[in-house]
């Protein structure tokens, strides 16, 4: 685990009130969800594709399709980490990350694209992160050389070779992914080449007495700025082919340094990115809405927000989500994480038809 990452590992995830500095909050009803299937563990990703709801279900390890039973009929098995899946009229394509159990380290991670003939070309992210390391040049940790400080929060250090094939997403004759590993968003041609999009800026948080005191943390970390790491969780391709791309903010997710998730536009052209929410707590997905609204799932917060240009509003209370996605039609689906054999993951809809939420 990266130091920044680790920073007062352990800190609790739940009950989170959520902020979005900046923006003018809406005040919806939210919606509430109705449970398609019981039978998923951990369904990080969803794509709709057409009357088909696939999902990449990190508990088995497979990909699947959502049957009218709830049932979960398997397209691809043995897919170790499973978390990301789109398509592309006859393509598909998938992510897979091996892990150590104890050590939580990847060792391999990357996107398998199936063409219509059933061919799969693997393109290895673990090995294009080895090469270039995007986020390489990128500072993260304290801003301090104080041992006590370091003690707590790590050392300073720049980009690290990590790789974690989260989520994919179809744009033109190629895909995007985010690598929350890498902290970098990578485009996949379908012949599996390699290149960096965008990756993203540290995310500085400076450490108040009350984030002090509810982190149980000595006072030589107040007043101390640290810089975190970006982790990508989700890429969307919206109207006019714009790039969306939700972020983990690394460190603690829970109340004691805020809710700090963000979302961001990229611009492939300028590989430029630019912030346009933040306040999330846990935002792990995104989907595009029928009018543009923008849906994050905040796994944290136990809710999906809907972003427009009227401000940030509540569509559903989910407690659990993890995943978000939407229809042609306006349809809304959503999966949650399982928690045990009693608690299972489920896929839920939330909305039917335009799924605006204000």
Known sequence: MRPARSFAVGCAAAGLAVT????????????????LSGAVGAPFNLEVDGPRVLVADGGPGLVGSLQSDGSIAPVVTGVPGASGVATRGAWLAYTSTVSDENTHENSA???????????????????????????????????????????????????????????????????????AGANDLL?????????????????????????????????CVVGVTVDFEPVPT?????????????????????????????????????????????GFAGAT?????????????????????????????????VPGVVSVETSANGTVYAGTMGMDESHPGTIVKIATGPARAH
């Not at 900046?22 to 509430?32: E, H, L, N, V, Y």
């Not at 999009?197 to 007495?209: D, K, L, N, S």
């Open 20 to 35: 979005v500095p900046g923006i003018a909050a809406a005040s919806p009803r939210p919606t509430p969800p109705v449970t």
């Open 109 to 179: 991670s990357g996107l398998h694209v199936r063409n219509p003939d059933g061919g799969t070309v693997y393109a290895d992210l673990t090995a294009y992160e080895a090469q270039h390391n995007p986020d390489g040049m990128t500072q993260y940790g304290p801003h301090s050389d104080d041992p006590c400080v370091q003690a707590v929060a790590g050392p300073k250090y720049t980009g690290l070779l990590d790789s974690h094939a989260y989520s994919v997403a179809s744009r033109g004759n190629g895909w995007l992914v985010a690598d």
């Open 187 to 219: 485009s996949v041609s379908d012949s599996g080449q390699v290149s960096t999009v965008a990756t993203f800026p540290a995310q500085p948080t400076t450490i108040t007495q009350e984030m002090a005191d509810a982190l149980k943390a000595p006072a």
């Open 234 to 278: 989700d890429v969307e391709v919206g109207p006019g082919g714009s790039i969306y791309v939700t972020t983990l903010p690394g460190g603690p997710e829970g109340p004691e340094l805020g809710a700090r998730g963000s979302l961001w536009k990229v611009n492939p052209s300028t590989h430029s990115v630019t912030r346009i929410a933040t």
């Open 285 to 317: 997905n995104l989907a595009i809405g029928k009018h543009g609204d923008i849906y994050v799932a905040e796994l944290f917060g136990g809710k999906i927000s809907v972003v427009n240009s009227r401000g940030v509003s509540t569509l559903a209370n």
